[in-house]
């Protein structure tokens, strides 16, 4: 590890690290632009300038380096025993001299010389680095007196908003789309002063090709400024008016870590956050934007029983009453428990106990969305599986015996079945002719579920369950990472937490199972479920864990 | 409509291929090539030459719109190129400038809008340029591929009354 002198620091920072993020590792903020750790490294916006010290043989002294250097693109190795500075440092370098701070000055003032300066307008105001180096890096007045440049605000794609004005021509969005999504519809139009990010267009603004890769969005997060914006977001709601949660994006099974960002009212934004081995900094747009059925007005919000022949609300008490009248009195082979693979573990762990411990039935199921499309791309890939926890569900349905039933076998397995109890949960699930065939032979079906999907409309007990963003647990990937997911928002209506409807069902039937909280149900599952035992709440934090000998 | 190359710049470009070290950096030469046939880059013409040098479309209109030689829109048959660049300017190519503008009856076409100086007979494109590296006989202006020196009106016109 490279020995280095970082302003009055002496610290071992990791072997190949430039000198922001080294900086970073200390506490010492080096303003950049340009730099993003996702893509390659151009050093255009000169921000970062940091000064390296260097041994100047005529004075025989360690002196400041000529010209300044970006932080970018200045790498920390180990040097040679006879290149050592002082005899032990592998490099030196001041972030904070009078002389970087000047460049640093000099560089803002540059670069906000056609900046509109229209903060009170722009979404990006509250999370802007433009706004924060300025304020913290910056000279406060400009002595640019002439007229501005003023491109125009232009639609780039189904998403995204280009507001050139606020542009800086870091060059970022393009690089993503070249480097990230392979695909390349972004570039720069004219020059110099008058350089503009664009979509090819013909002469007359006619575009030849929109920006809608399916990783669009994330030029809209990597964009230092409020240039890139995402139309779904567009004058919604002040950054600092939101509160954030980490969680875990329920679109497919890669499990992309996000942060999720909320009100009172509703979820108002999911971004990627970090995470090496899985999503990197990036997400898809079928994922970023796939929220909205949160927020939905016809989520399910009360119980309901069929009653001649249609559905109609009732009470919890009613509704659980019922249940525990029509499993009693059904045989335990004739009973089937069918888990989702939208669901947390902790949900289908209790499902299970349900279904073992309590209706003494050895026949589990699986459910959740149909396979979608999978897509690659050169630095990611969105997979078919359209359910952030298949693993996880069948790790822990198919505990003991191990056989889960899943597609034509599950609907043939429902065909002498009296009494099934299956959880769905999923955004959106239609049925085909088999699936609904089978489901309507059950004589008494229960469903838990989110909307009053194709699967609820044939179930004789309809229970509100909530969704990802309104619950704790876990999730485990296609690659058996095991990720964890926060409760945001508070459940519509009447709806519950899906462990705790399940946790009730088994209570009524007689079964001792009490749990208080998600975690609880994550010890049980470290301690009996195999692969899993590192699998706690505490352990996963906000990196996840991968599962042991994986299985 | 769709563009192609003439058989005889498609054995051009085949040529101008290996003398590069990657099917990218062609763009330039094959813009040229394509323009002189074409006339003008139109969309069809951005696409055929993406195609050939394997490269998203925005890559060719990044360079196209970056480099003052390249048009999009159609031009005339003589495009002048007036320097007014600093020696040109103490040398007054004000004046040349202003004597075209005249004698031809158009504006200075815009790098934008190359109709605003372009007579109606499509005779005509007349642009400001900066340096044509040829400072020691300002004032100078191109038309087309040719430099002419030491402009003055009368010089003026007899270079352009000579193009038919
Ligand atoms: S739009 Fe944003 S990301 Fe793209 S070059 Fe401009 S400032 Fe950079
Ligand atoms: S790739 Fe999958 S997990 Fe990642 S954002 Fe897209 S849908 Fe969500
Ligand atoms: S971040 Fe280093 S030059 Fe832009």
């Known amino acids: 590890m490279p020995f280095i002198k970082l302003n009055d620091l002496e610290v071992e920072v990791p072997d190949g690290i430039n000198v922001i993020e080294a900086a970073r590792l200390h506490g010492i903020e080096v303003p950049y632009y340009c730099y993003h750790p996702g893509l390659s490294r151009p050093a255009n916006c000169r921000m970062c300038l940091v000064e390296p010290h260097v041994f100047f043989p005529p004075a025989g002294a360690i002196v400041p380096d000529r010209q300044l250097a970006t932080g970018c693109t200045t790498v920390l190795r180990t040097a040679p025993p006879d290149r050592k500075l002082d005899g032990k440092y592998d490099f030196i370098v001041r972030t904070d001299s009078p002389r970087v701070k000047k460049a640093r000055e000099d560089i803002l003032e540059f670069l906000l010389v056609h900046h509109p300066l229209d903060c009170s307008v722009c979404d990006q105001a509250g999370e802007c680095d433009l706004q924060d180096f300025s304020f913290n890096h910056g000279r406060g007045t400009s002595r640019y007196v002439e007229v501005k440049n003023v491109p125009p605000k232009k639609d780039l794609g189904p998403d995204v908003l280009l507001y050139s004005t606020r542009c800086i021509v870091c060059t970022r969005c393009i690089r993503f789309c070249h480097e990230v999504s392979g695909t390349g519809e972004l570039g720069l139009i004219h020059r110099g002063s008058h350089d503009e990010i664009d979509i090819p267009r013909a002469h007359d603004g006619t575009p030849l090709q929109l920006l809608d890769n399916k990783l669009a969005g994330n030029v809209v997060d990597i964009c230092p400024v409020g240039a890139l914006i995402s139309k779904d977001f567009l004058f919604k709601s002040r950054p600092w008016f939101m509160k954030t949660v980490n969680s875990i994006c329920p679109g497919c099974s890669v499990g992309c870590n996000i942060t999720l960002d909320f009100k009172e009212d509703g979820v108002y934004r999911l971004k990627p956050r970090f995470h090496a081995d899985i999503n990197q900094h990036w997400m898809c747009d079928d994922g970023r934007l796939g929220y909205h059925y949160v927020n939905s007005e016809d989520r399910l919000q009360i119980p309901m029983k069929r009653v001649d022949g249609e559905l109609v609300p009732t009470s919890w008490a009613d509704a659980l009453n019922l249940i525990v009248e029509k499993f009693s009195g059904v045989d335990a082979e004739s009973k089937v428990v069918v888990g989702s693979a939208q669901g947390t573990n902790e949900e289908n762990y209790v499902l299970q106990k349900l279904g073992r411990e309590v209706l003494k039935t050895d026949r589990f199921g699986l459910f959740g969305r149909e396979p979608g499309e999978e897509h690659k791309f050169p630095q990611f890939a969105i997979e078919a599986d359209k359910n952030p926890n298949t693993r996880g569900a069948r790790d822990m349905l198919g505990l003991g015996n191990g056989s889960v039933l899943e597609d034509e076998a599950l609907w043939e397995g429902l065909s002498n079945a009296e009494a099934v109890y299956l959880v769905n949960g999923a955004p959106e699930r239609p049925l085909d002719e088999t699936s609904q065939k089978a489901l309507e032979s059950v004589d008494f079906l229960v469903v838990q579920d989110i909307f009053e999907s194709d699967v609820a409309k044939l179930a004789d007990v309809v229970l509100p369950g909530v969704t990802f963003a309104e619950k704790d647990g876990t999730f485990t990937n296609s690659s058996g990472w095991v990720q964890r997911i926060h409760k945001s928002v508070d459940p519509p209506g009447e709806a519950r937490t899906d462990w705790e409807i399940i946790q009730q069902v088994a209570k009524r039937l007689g079964g001792d199972i009490d749990y208080h909280f998600a975690g609880e149900i994550a010890m049980d599952i470290a301690e009996n479920v195999p692969g899993y035992q590192d699998a706690t709440h505490q352990k996963i934090g906000d990196s996840g864990v991968k599962l042991q000998d994986d299985n | ?164």
């Open chain 2, 1 to 164: 409509m769709p563009f192609e190359f003439s058989e005889e710049n498609r054995r051009e470009f085949e040529k101008l291929i290996p003398r590069y070290p990657v099917k990218e950096a062609v763009m330039l030469p094959t813009l040229h090539l394509a323009q002189r046939q074409a006339g003008y880059i139109s969309p069809e013409v951005m696409e055929y030459v993406a195609g050939l040098l394997e490269v998203p479309v925005m890559k060719v209109k990044d360079v196209l719109t970056f480099y003052p030689m390249f048009f999009e829109e159609p031009v005339g048959k003589y495009v002048i190129r007036v320097c007014h660049t600093l020696p040109c300017a103490l040398a007054d190519c004000k004046l040349v400038l202003e004597h075209i503008k005249q004698k031809l009856n158009t504006d200075v076409a815009a790098e934008t809008d190359l109709a605003k100086g372009t007579t109606p007979d499509g005779k005509f494109t007349l642009l400001k340029a900066e340096c044509l590296a040829s400072c020691d006989v300002a004032p100078v202006m191109m038309v087309n591929d040719d430099l002419y020196k030491n402009l003055t009106p009368q010089k003026v016109d007899e270079i352009l009354d000579s193009l038919a």
